[in-house]
């Protein structure tokens, strides 16, 4: 099915999470290219909520996707679950993924700040073996809120 409803394939019955899946990564798996040699089986994965479809719903169909991956010997990288192209409170999901080699995994792993997606650096540097979390390179910064005595209005004043 397209985004805004086109018709797909075939129409099925309803499918289970588990039926559901087996056809989404049934169907993309054949699509991706062979993982280079030596290469770390990354595969970058987008299961997008169209609309109507509840997170909670999306949460079983990622575990889903996520041990059908693996089977495949293929480990998901940075997934991202939830509602990024919807289409007028439409029901259902779309599947996306991309194989990635070390180059991609970097650029993909790194931050995003745009109008419709944000996203932080990575917590895996996948340029290492030793799989260890990156350190910030410069502290967070901490705001210090200061609370200020409310004032209360006295009989007969306005608020506002």
């Known amino acids: 099915m397209g985004i805004h409803g086109e018709p797909g394939l075939r129409t099925t019955r309803h499918l289970t999470a588990a039926e559901l899946t087996d056809e989404l990564v049934g169907n993309l798996l054949p ?4 993982p280079p040699p030596g290469g770390r089986g990354w595969v970058a994965v987008l299961l997008n909520g169209l609309g109507r479809t509840k997170y909670e719903e999306l ?16 480990r998901p990288f940075r ?4 509602e990024f192209v919807t289409s007028f409170d439409m029901a259902g999901v779309s599947l996306s993924l991309m194989l990635l080699d070390d180059e991609l995994a970097e650029l993909y792993d790194a931050p ?6 944000r996203s932080l650096p990575g917590r895996t540097r996948p340029g290492t073996t ?9 502290p967070p910064r901490q705001r210090h809120l200061t609370r200020r005595p409310m004032r ?9």
């Open 31 to 34: 699509e991706l290219p062979e």
């Open 59 to 74: 949460f079983v169909v990622y575990r889903q996707v996520n041990r059908r991956l693996r089977e495949a010997g293929l």
């Open 79 to 82: 997934p991202e679950v939830g």
């Open 112 to 117: 995003c700040d745009t109008p419709a997606f």
């Open 130 to 138: 030793n799989g260890r979390r990156r350190r910030p390179q410069h």
């Open 152 to 160: 209360r209005p006295t009989r007969g004043s306005t608020c506002g």
